[in-house]
Protein backbone atom coordinates (compact mmCIF):
# COMPACT_ATOMS: atom_id res chain seq x y z
CA UNK A 1 0.00 0.00 0.00
CA UNK A 2 1.13 3.41 -0.86
CA UNK A 3 1.70 6.04 2.15
CA UNK A 4 0.12 8.80 0.00
CA UNK A 5 -2.80 9.21 -2.46
CA UNK A 6 -3.55 12.40 -4.70
CA UNK A 7 -6.50 13.40 -5.81
CA UNK A 8 -8.17 15.42 -9.18
CA UNK A 9 -11.89 16.47 -9.26
CA UNK A 10 -13.63 18.12 -11.97
CA UNK A 11 -16.79 18.37 -12.97
CA UNK A 12 -19.69 21.32 -12.79
CA UNK A 13 -20.86 23.72 -10.31
CA UNK A 14 -24.50 22.09 -8.85
CA UNK A 15 -23.51 18.28 -9.05
CA UNK A 16 -22.06 18.22 -5.69
CA UNK A 17 -18.32 17.10 -6.30
CA UNK A 18 -17.05 19.20 -3.51
CA UNK A 19 -18.79 16.84 -1.22
CA UNK A 20 -16.42 14.25 -2.21
CA UNK A 21 -13.25 16.13 -1.46
CA UNK A 22 -15.03 16.94 2.02
CA UNK A 23 -16.22 12.96 2.67
CA UNK A 24 -12.39 11.90 1.64
CA UNK A 25 -10.92 14.69 4.02
CA UNK A 26 -13.83 13.71 6.94
CA UNK A 27 -12.60 10.09 6.39
CA UNK A 28 -8.79 10.90 6.01
CA UNK A 29 -8.84 13.04 9.67
CA UNK A 30 -10.69 10.28 11.59
CA UNK A 31 -8.48 7.81 10.69
CA UNK A 32 -5.48 9.91 11.59
CA UNK A 33 -4.07 10.63 8.27
CA UNK A 34 -2.50 13.94 6.97
CA UNK A 35 -4.74 15.37 4.09
CA UNK A 36 -5.21 18.60 2.39
CA UNK A 37 -8.32 20.18 0.24
CA UNK A 38 -8.12 22.54 -1.73
CA UNK A 39 -11.09 23.54 -3.85
CA UNK A 40 -11.62 25.79 -6.73
CA UNK A 41 -14.81 27.15 -8.15
CA UNK A 42 -15.18 29.30 -11.64
CA UNK A 43 -18.71 30.81 -12.09
CA UNK A 44 -20.58 30.95 -8.77
CA UNK A 45 -23.47 30.04 -10.81
CA UNK A 46 -24.85 26.48 -12.14
CA UNK A 47 -22.47 25.07 -14.20
CA UNK A 48 -19.60 26.89 -13.67
CA UNK A 49 -16.15 24.92 -13.97
CA UNK A 50 -15.31 23.29 -9.92
CA UNK A 51 -12.81 21.39 -8.87
CA UNK A 52 -11.11 20.06 -6.16
CA UNK A 53 -7.27 18.54 -5.07
CA UNK A 54 -7.22 16.52 -2.51
CA UNK A 55 -3.52 15.27 -1.03
CA UNK A 56 -3.72 12.03 1.39
CA UNK A 57 -0.89 10.90 3.76
CA UNK A 58 1.94 14.01 2.64
CA UNK A 59 3.84 15.89 5.09
CA UNK A 60 4.65 18.83 2.74
CA UNK A 61 2.77 20.00 0.35
CA UNK A 62 1.16 22.87 -1.52
CA UNK A 63 -2.07 23.47 -3.01
CA UNK A 64 -0.98 23.05 -7.18
CA UNK A 65 -1.16 18.87 -7.88
CA UNK A 66 1.39 18.67 -10.64
CA UNK A 67 1.01 17.09 -13.89
CA UNK A 68 1.15 13.50 -14.40
CA UNK A 69 0.87 13.45 -10.55
CA UNK A 70 -2.89 12.22 -9.69
CA UNK A 71 -3.47 8.81 -8.53
CA UNK A 72 -6.92 9.23 -9.04
CA UNK A 73 -9.00 11.26 -10.96
CA UNK A 74 -12.89 12.12 -10.87
CA UNK A 75 -14.87 13.75 -13.63
CA UNK A 76 -18.53 14.49 -13.42
CA UNK A 77 -18.95 15.61 -16.54
CA UNK A 78 -18.30 14.00 -19.95
CA UNK A 79 -16.02 16.91 -21.36
CA UNK A 80 -14.82 18.13 -18.22
CA UNK A 81 -13.02 14.94 -18.75
CA UNK A 82 -10.33 16.38 -21.04
CA UNK A 83 -9.36 18.63 -18.04
CA UNK A 84 -8.51 15.74 -16.20
CA UNK A 85 -6.18 14.09 -18.59
CA UNK A 86 -3.10 15.92 -17.83
CA UNK A 87 -2.72 14.36 -14.10
CA UNK A 88 -3.01 11.44 -15.29
CA UNK A 89 0.51 8.97 -15.12
CA UNK A 90 0.60 5.51 -16.38
CA UNK A 91 -1.86 3.22 -14.14
CA UNK A 92 -3.78 6.92 -12.65
CA UNK A 93 -7.79 5.71 -11.67
CA UNK A 94 -9.83 7.38 -14.10
CA UNK A 95 -13.84 7.37 -13.26
CA UNK A 96 -16.21 9.25 -15.90
CA UNK A 97 -19.39 9.90 -14.86
CA UNK A 98 -20.76 10.63 -18.25
CA UNK A 99 -22.93 13.35 -17.07
CA UNK A 100 -23.95 16.08 -20.79
CA UNK A 101 -24.21 19.47 -19.76
CA UNK A 102 -24.72 21.57 -22.98
CA UNK A 103 -23.18 25.08 -23.84
CA UNK A 104 -25.22 27.73 -25.17
CA UNK A 105 -22.64 27.64 -28.26
CA UNK A 106 -23.64 23.97 -28.33
CA UNK A 107 -27.26 24.32 -28.11
CA UNK A 108 -27.18 26.70 -31.06
CA UNK A 109 -24.83 24.52 -33.65
CA UNK A 110 -22.17 26.43 -33.10
CA UNK A 111 -20.01 23.99 -31.26
CA UNK A 112 -19.58 20.23 -31.33
CA UNK A 113 -20.43 18.25 -27.91
CA UNK A 114 -17.65 15.27 -28.15
CA UNK A 115 -18.83 12.31 -28.08
CA UNK A 116 -17.74 9.76 -25.08
CA UNK A 117 -15.82 7.75 -27.28
CA UNK A 118 -13.60 10.21 -28.20
CA UNK A 119 -13.41 11.52 -24.77
CA UNK A 120 -12.68 7.60 -23.52
CA UNK A 121 -9.72 7.38 -26.22
CA UNK A 122 -8.43 9.94 -25.29
CA UNK A 123 -8.11 9.36 -21.26
CA UNK A 124 -6.94 5.97 -22.31
CA UNK A 125 -4.06 6.82 -25.03
CA UNK A 126 -3.05 8.91 -21.54
CA UNK A 127 -2.67 5.61 -19.69
CA UNK A 128 -5.38 5.20 -17.15
CA UNK A 129 -7.46 2.47 -15.86
CA UNK A 130 -11.15 4.31 -17.24
CA UNK A 131 -14.25 2.96 -15.29
CA UNK A 132 -17.29 4.60 -16.83
CA UNK A 133 -20.51 5.24 -15.01
CA UNK A 134 -23.84 6.45 -16.96
CA UNK A 135 -26.70 7.94 -15.30
CA UNK A 136 -28.77 5.39 -17.00
CA UNK A 137 -26.92 3.17 -13.73
CA UNK A 138 -28.54 5.64 -11.25
CA UNK A 139 -31.21 3.46 -9.56
CA UNK A 140 -34.64 5.10 -8.80
CA UNK A 141 -35.90 5.52 -5.22
CA UNK A 142 -39.22 6.62 -4.42
CA UNK A 143 -39.55 7.95 -7.80
CA UNK A 144 -36.00 10.27 -7.85
CA UNK A 145 -32.92 8.96 -9.08
CA UNK A 146 -30.57 8.52 -6.22
CA UNK A 147 -27.62 11.52 -5.88
CA UNK A 148 -24.99 11.38 -8.08
CA UNK A 149 -21.94 12.00 -6.39
CA UNK A 150 -22.90 9.75 -3.61
CA UNK A 151 -23.24 6.85 -5.84
CA UNK A 152 -20.07 7.91 -7.51
CA UNK A 153 -18.01 7.87 -3.93
CA UNK A 154 -19.47 3.96 -3.77
CA UNK A 155 -17.96 3.38 -6.85
CA UNK A 156 -14.79 5.06 -6.20
CA UNK A 157 -14.46 3.05 -2.96
CA UNK A 158 -15.48 -0.44 -5.02
CA UNK A 159 -13.49 0.18 -8.18
CA UNK A 160 -10.00 2.80 -7.10
CA UNK A 161 -7.16 2.74 -4.84
CA UNK A 162 -9.44 4.53 -2.42
CA UNK A 163 -10.24 0.94 -0.78
CA UNK A 164 -6.62 0.61 0.03
CA UNK A 165 -6.66 3.47 2.66
CA UNK A 166 -10.92 3.59 3.60
CA UNK A 167 -13.40 0.71 4.24
CA UNK A 168 -17.03 1.25 3.23
CA UNK A 169 -17.60 2.60 7.05
CA UNK A 170 -15.01 4.75 7.01
CA UNK A 171 -17.13 6.95 4.17
CA UNK A 172 -20.58 6.11 6.15
CA UNK A 173 -19.11 7.51 9.43
CA UNK A 174 -17.97 10.57 7.29
CA UNK A 175 -21.34 10.94 5.66
CA UNK A 176 -23.47 10.51 9.24
CA UNK A 177 -20.92 13.40 10.68
CA UNK A 178 -21.14 15.59 7.85
CA UNK A 179 -24.71 14.99 6.99
CA UNK A 180 -26.88 14.15 10.12
CA UNK A 181 -30.30 15.35 8.83
CA UNK A 182 -29.59 14.01 5.37
CA UNK A 183 -27.73 10.26 5.98
CA UNK A 184 -30.68 8.31 4.76
CA UNK A 185 -31.12 9.38 1.01
CA UNK A 186 -27.12 10.04 1.33
CA UNK A 187 -26.41 6.35 2.47
CA UNK A 188 -28.73 4.65 -0.02
CA UNK A 189 -26.95 6.57 -2.91
CA UNK A 190 -23.52 5.02 -1.54
CA UNK A 191 -24.70 1.83 -1.15
CA UNK A 192 -25.97 1.48 -4.60
CA UNK A 193 -22.91 3.18 -6.08
CA UNK A 194 -21.08 0.37 -4.21
CA UNK A 195 -22.47 -2.34 -5.43
CA UNK A 196 -23.06 -1.22 -8.92
CA UNK A 197 -21.35 -3.06 -11.82
CA UNK A 198 -18.88 -0.79 -13.15
CA UNK A 199 -18.07 -0.39 -17.09
CA UNK A 200 -14.57 -0.61 -17.20
CA UNK A 201 -13.71 0.52 -20.89
Known amino acids: MSKHYDVYIVGLGGQGILTIGDLLAQAAAAKGLKVNFYPTKGMSMRGGMVQGQLRIGRDVVGPALPQKGADLVVAMERSEGYKGIKYVHEGTDFL ?106
Do not use: Q
Open 96 to 201: LYDDAWYTNAVIMGKDKYPELEDVSAAIKASGAKLVVLTKESLPVVNGTPVRANMFIMGSLLANTGLKEFFTYDDVVKAVNELFPKGAEANLIALKAGYEAEAKVL
